[in-house]
């Protein structure tokens, strides 16, 4: 079979988008991207607040669900995963955070050599291009971040009026020299539009003669010649095809995906793979495991004066705010529905961060409407107050099912494993706590909506949080970067251990989870394994 492309990037996602503007850059390389899901090209993944018309999407939206967790009170979580070009960075809420030098220092420790912060900043920096309010650029990458700060509703200030009656620091830009304490959430927009890696990146690499994309592709598996990776066998609107590829296959699905593809080509737990009927490539048990994930709690509140809900819950506040969006690419309809938050620490003896915090002036329902799920601002003032801890130890898994790309995957998130994890869960609600209970919340407050965080003790905060904490849709891991294959997946060029011409380049990679949105690290982690293939060839 003669091979038609130099490089098969499977998953048009987050990462997989980067990979194709810049391994074709050159015009030297011929680049397939092969994406599962359509296009991408609902208004509503354009427009930064239209994340909650993508939430429950299942044109755009996998809608995985995880296994029932005892620690979470029986429950099954909801895991909603992109689907169509961009990938989870279509539907995500649009916080930019890079993470903080130590999550980056960590990898590294963890066996994922030159991938510490000195390096991973100098990516950072090629790969943005920072905008002030007024429209000042600094640096010149593709990558569009947004300063919102002239933006953001008045009722913000009460959240920053009490981490100053607490002592807590203040942080200018969560992604500059001062990372940690309250801060406004810089956002990846351009123009008042949704700045994915599929606009900033894959659209221009999408007009150059060596790149082709094709969606509605489902992966079925990859072939090997020996220990050397060279075809992709995948599914196109009923049609079987395969497709070798020249120089390298790299796999981009997700941390959910990718996982699933190597255990469907032979490449997992041995035992789980005879079990479903396939034929083991190569014994893997890592393949699927060390999955962690953010799991975060909101507590809602109603408000005392004026929040997000009086300008977009009536009729004529949506027709302003949809006019003033059309007019001006401004407003709330151009901002994340996160507008602010920060790293913290949850007590003063702590040698790092531990927290994330959020702070909504906006609250919702979710209510069932025929075959969709609809998100609704209340009819009343109210805002939201939450937290994730940031360094989870609980591991879980994520494994196939089935030997049939498209059965949905087992997913075990072994959430609040361990004790230092529900020690977290606690020392998060008594930070909040002390937030809510502080002169500027309290005069916020009307009333609690729901369970009410002023009056609970240690035990009712663990066990509010196992009722109703959620992933934050961070999942990462399940394809670690480690130095050899008995600790890894892949090696710190992403090369899948014990093959050539293999390489998964996606959040999976992540030796551990970044201590906070993990998008921003998984397009840098993209461009970096860009420059590391291209410097092999």
């Known amino acids: 079979m003669t091979a038609e492309y130099d490089f098969i990037i499977i998953g ?55 296994e029932p967790e005892d620690t979470l009170a029986g429950r099954e979580a909801y895991w909603p995963r992109g689907k169509g070009v961009g990938g989870s960075g279509s539907i995500n809420a649009l916080v930019y955070a890079r993470g903080l030098p130590d999550d980056f220092d960590d990898w590294e420790a963890a066996g994922a050599t030159g991938w510490g912060w000195e390096t991973v900043r100098q990516t950072y920096e090629a790969m943005e291009t920072n905008v002030a309010p007024d429209g000042t650029r600094a640096d010149s990458g593709a990558m569009h971040v947004q300063d919102v700060s002239d933006q953001i509703h008045p009722v913000n200030r009460h959240f920053f009026a009490a981490a100053r009656e607490l002592g807590l620091p203040h942080s200018e830009n969560i992604n500059g020299e001062q990372q940690e304490g309250a801060t406004i959430y810089r956002i990846n927009t351009r123009g008042g539009r949704r700045n994915s890696s599929a606009r900033a990146f894959l659209k221009p690499a999408l007009k150059r003669a060596n790149v082709t994309l094709v969606t509605g592709a489902m992966v079925e598996r990859i072939g090997f010649d020996g220990r050397r990776a060279t075809t992709v066998h995948y599914r196109c609107r009923g049609v079987a095809k395969t497709l070798r590829a020249g120089r390298e296959i790299i796999l981009s699905a997700g941390s959910v995906t990718s996982p699933r593809i190597l255990q469907l080509s032979g490449i997992g737990p041995a035992e789980h793979l005879k079990s479903l009927g396939i034929m083991p490539v190569m014994d893997a048990p890592h393949v699927g495991g060390n999955l962690q994930d953010h799991l975060g709690i909101n507590y809602y509140f109603r408000a005392t004066e004026r929040t997000l809900n009086n300008e977009l819950a009536p009729f004529l506040g949506k027709v302003r705010a949809a006019l003033r969006y059309a007019l001006t690419r401004r407003g709330p309809l151009a901002l994340s529905v996160n507008q602010c938050g920060g790293y913290f620490r949850s007590s003063e ?108 003790d240690d035990a009712a905060i663990l066990e509010d949080f196992r009722q109703r904490s959620s992933t934050v849709f961070h999942p990462v891991g399940t394809c670690r970067m480690g130095k050899d294959a008995a600790t890894s997946v892949v090696d710190p060029a992403l090369r899948l251990h014990g093959f050539d011409g293999l390489r998964v380049v996606d959040a999976s990679v992540f030796p551990n989870v970044t201590s906070a949105n993990t998008n921003a690290p998984t397009m840098m982690l993209a461009h970096r394994a860009a420059d590391l293939i291209l410097e092999g060839l």
């Open 349 to 456: 003896g702590l040698n790092r961060v531990d927290q994330q915090l959020y702070f909504n002036p906006v609250t919702y329902t979710t209510t069932p409407a025929g075959t969709r799920t609809v998100i609704k601002p209340d009819p009343f003032a109210g805002f939201i107050l939450g937290f994730q801890p940031s360094r989870p130890t609980s591991r879980g898994r994520i494994d196939i099912r089935e030997n049939d790309p498209l059965a949905a995957p087992l997913i075990r998130p072994n959430s609040l494993a361990t004790s230092e994890d529900r020690a977290q869960v606690i020392a998060g609600g008594r930070l909040c706590q002390r937030l809510i209970r502080s002169n500027a919340l309290t005069a916020l407050v009307e009333a609690a909506m729901g369970p009410d965080l002023r009056q609970m």
């Open 12 to 66: 048009a996602g987050s990462a997989g988008c980067v990979l194709a503007e810049r391994l074709s850059a050159s015009g030297r390389h011929k680049v397939l991207i092969l994406e599962a899901g359509g296009r991408g090209r609902s208004p509503w993944i354009a427009l930064p607040l239209g994340y909650g018309k993508t939430f429950f999407d299942a044109r755009v939206n996998w809608k995985y669900q995880a």
